[in-house]
């Protein structure tokens, strides 16, 4: 877990140079927003990184698929009709705790209860090197039995 | 007051007087009658023996035909002063000497005829004996004697004079011990009656009348009285202790209170009153009350007062009253009748609660609502471009990676970009107010707010049904009634989950509680969850919500405030459970409001509450 924190702060800028690099770090990325285009044009961003992306345009479908599928990290919109972020988040950290959440918001200020929720809050807007960095930063290590450069 | 005019004590005396009477005149009568037979019996006797001796005295000159020795013989009647004839007469019945006590008249009658056998009787005043004369077993002659009833009216005035000596004497004695036994039985009497007539007069019910010794009927009446007293006195006592701590609590409350009569005549105030107003009793007494209120408001407050006295129903209403100092305070002033067991109104009983410092802290409260509503409509409008600002940087940025395939990000970029443009160009209509009230049309501000939140009702797939027809201008400030709509269809929106139905419908109407005031009406409708029955009375307070997580509860209370601005009003209906569940929401708007102005605010906020009915079906 150490060596991952430790390496995650040079990554993303390897990842974004190196190509080859990112796709040892590939991750199944949930993608939780009521707006459309802001969905889409996320998901072509997080793709051209090498991830891949599984789409929800609610809470409520974004927890149905959470359930059903493994889940490397959630990148979550706050300010939702319906289901809200926050209750979005409380749920998938009672099902699986250890899954990170990314947060995004609109709002400059961010209610207190829902801080602690989240691995990391990014405020929509200029947001897109702060959203690669955070992926890069939690995605999971490789795994031992999976790709043989991931002990280089 | 009763007055006593034949007291017990007379009364008992008169009696014992009419009985000693009746027994002595019994007594006396029977005396007198028996006295009478007797004094006849014997005057007759009497009679007869002197009969009989003059018959024995007149043998001898009746044998020897002496006249004058007879006329002497009966001379001696002279010593009998009550006889009146007396004659001597033959067995022929002849005349033979006579005796006369008046000397004048010397008739000679006949021996009368006896009468029924008797030889002696009392008749027409007078008594008669006949009397024969016999000598050696022969007739010879007879006697006849009259006499007067003088010694009987003689004997009878004296014992009448005797009589009603001691008649009298026994009526005195009978006075004296009367007088003096009846004092046993009637003092106690007058004493209580002195007493009874002592307290109703002095109204002391402390006083008792004087126990008696004897244990009899008036011993007991007196006790009963007297215990009756202690009772009305108790009762006295505890209704001025509880007259006390009402005037107490009367006076000791904050408020102002009064009591009137049913008529509405004001009779009572308490301190309160008498210190805000700085008046007196006197100027204050009855209708007097009318000299603190503000004479422009005065004809409503006496109309709507005289109709709950007609009516008997609540009086309720915001009216100012003058303070010593000269300045006017708003009071929320309610009344209640206070009925009998039959349901007739008594009185009325009022109280005049100050509302001025809550009126200022209520509008304190709404002016920093409405920045705190300008805050988060910021923080909302922020919100709102940040999303499409967002998708537009990362549509860059992959086109900057990707040189080769900008088309599509550009054109999603684009779209974002003419969405942060649209949402600018309607969130500043909620900024750009006037400082005076113009003349806007309401389907066209209508049309703004559906814009404005036009994508969340896209992505929820909303249903919009509107019907807004042109021409509807009303005078008003149009960011707040923008702000009202807002909220209004904000919260439709939010109550509807997908494939939900909007209705927003705007006509020319007048207004529902009086007839004359023309506007327009706007009703927003949904087919959303729907208010409970038991959140409907709280949904215009403030700070009460149901979305804790993004609301802060003073949507709708500042939409109120603001219908009510404008003197307007608004109206909510709703229906829960699965089936036709919704809510919708009525607002009216005159379409001059602001010159509607002889009108005081106090009276038309008031007013507008009245107006607010918010049933839940």
Redesign the interface.
């Given at each position: 877990l150490s060596s991952r924190a430790a390496g995650g702060k040079n990554r993303p800028a390897a990842a974004i140079e190196k190509p080859e690099l990112a796709e040892l770090f590939m991750a199944i990325i949930l993608c939780i927003d009521?707006?459309?285009?802001?969905l889409?044009?996320?998901k072509?961003?997080l793709e051209?990184e090498g991830h891949q992306v599984i789409e929800a345009?609610s809470g409520k479908e974004g927890l149905r698929i959470f359930q059903s599928e493994s889940i490397d990290i959630v990148v979550l919109d706050y300010?939702m009709?319906?289901m809200?972020g926050?209750t979005v988040a409380q749920e998938i950290k009672r099902l699986r705790p250890h899954t990170p959440i990314i947060m995004?918001?609109?709002?400059?200020?961010l209610?207190g209860e829902a801080v602690g929720l989240a691995d990391r809050w990014i405020?929509?807007?200029?947001?897109?090197?702060d959203?690669l960095v955070a992926v890069a930063e939690l995605v999971p290590p490789p795994k031992r039995d999976g790709n043989m450069k991931s002990g280089a | 007051m009763i007055k006593i005019r034949d007291s017990i004590s007379k009364k008992l005396t008169a009696l014992n007087m009419l009985v000693s009477g009746t027994a002595l005149l019994v007594a006396c009568a029977a005396l007198f009658a028996y006295d009478l037979s007797s004094f006849r019996q014997t005057t007759l006797n009497d009679l007869s023996i002197q009969a009989q001796i003059i018959g024995s005295n007149s043998v001898t000159p009746l044998v020897f035909n002496d006249a004058k020795s007879a006329q002497q013989a009966l001379s001696a009647l002279q010593a009998s002063p009550h006889i009146v004839y007396a004659g001597i007469y033959r067995t022929n019945g002849q005349f033979f000497a006579g005796y006369w006590r008046t000397k004048t008249v010397h008739e000679t009658p006949p021996i009368p005829a006896a009468q029924g056998g008797n030889t002696r009787w009392f008749r027409e005043r007078e008594f008669t004996v006949v009397q024969p004369i016999v000598f050696d077993g022969k007739l010879v002659g007879t006697v006849y004697i009259r006499s007067d009833i003088q010694a009987l009216v003689d004997r009878l005035k004296n014992y009448a004079l005797i009589l009603v000596a001691v008649a009298m004497l026994a009526l005195l004695a009978a006075l004296l011990i009367s007088r003096t036994s009846q004092r046993a039985i009637a003092k106690p009497i007058a004493a209580l009656a002195e007493t009874a007539r002592a307290v109703s007069r002095d109204k002391n019910y402390g006083a008792r009348a004087a126990p008696t010794a004897d244990m009899d009927e008036v011993s007991v009446l007196i006790n009963s009285f007297n215990e009756m007293l202690a009772e009305i006195q108790k009762r006295d006592t505890a209704l001025q202790e509880s007259e006390d701590q009402f005037r107490t609590l009367a006076d000791s409350v904050s408020q102002l209170a009064w009591m009137a009569h049913s008529d509405g005549y004001l009779f009572w105030y308490n301190k309160r009153w008498y210190e805000y107003t700085g008046t007196t009793p006197e100027q204050m007494s009855g209708w007097g009350w009318q000299s603190v209120h503000d004479p422009k408001l005065l004809p409503i407050v006496l109309e709507r007062w005289r109709a709950s006295i007609t009516a008997g129903k609540a009086f309720e209403m915001v009216f100012p009253l003058r303070g010593k100092d000269g300045t006017f305070r708003d009071f929320l002033t309610l009344a209640v009748p206070v009925r009998g067991a039959d349901g007739k109104v008594l009185r009325w009983f009022g109280t005049n609660t100050d509302i001025t410092e809550q009126r200022r802290s209520e509008e304190a409260l709404r002016r920093s609502e409405k920045l705190a509503a300008t805050g988060r409509l910021a923080?909302s409008i922020?919100?709102?471009?940040?999303?499409?600002?967002?998708?537009?940087?990362?549509?860059i940025?992959?086109a900057q990676?990707?040189p080769t395939n900008t088309g599509k990000?550009l054109e999603?970029a684009d779209?974002?970009l003419e969405?942060i443009s649209e949402i600018t160009r309607h969130t500043l209509g909620f900024f750009r107010d006037t400082s005076t009230p113009v003349k806007i049309n309401i389907s066209e501000v209508l049309l703004d707010v559906l814009n404005l939140y036009d994508?969340?009702i896209r992505?929820?797939k909303i249903a919009v049904k509107t019907r807004l027809p042109q021409g509807l201008e009303i005078t008003c400030f149009p960011g707040e009634i923008r702000q009202v709509f807002s909220n209004l269809v904000s919260n439709a929106?939010?109550a509807m989950?997908e494939n939900g139905r909007l209705c927003i419908k705007a006509s020319r109407t007048h207004d529902w509680t009086n007839g004359y005031r023309s506007g327009v009406r706007v009703s927003v409708l949904d087919t959303g969850c729907g208010v409970g029955r038991d959140q409907m009375p709280k949904i215009f307070e403030p700070f009460y919500t149901t979305k804790k997580?993004?609301g802060t509860g003073l949507g709708l209370w500042l939409t109120r405030g603001l219908v009510q601005k404008h003197h307007g009003s608004i109206r909510v209906k709703s229906r829960t459970g699965s089936l036709e569940a919704g809510t919708v929401f009525s607002v009216f708007l005159p379409r001059e409001p602001l010159q509607d102005q002889n009108q005081s605010p106090e009276v038309s906020i008031e007013t507008g509450k009245r107006n607010l009915h918010a049933t839940s079906e």
């Open positions: 009521d707006e459309p285009n802001p889409q044009a996320r072509f961003l051209s345009a300010w009709s319906g809200n926050l995004l918001s609109g709002f400059p200020e209610p405020l929509k807007g200029r947001g897109t090197r959203l | 923080a922020a919100h709102e471009i940040n999303n499409p600002l967002e998708a537009v940087t990362n549509l940025y992959l990676k990707n990000y999603m779209q974002e969405r994508r969340k992505f929820k929106v939010e989950e997580d993004v």
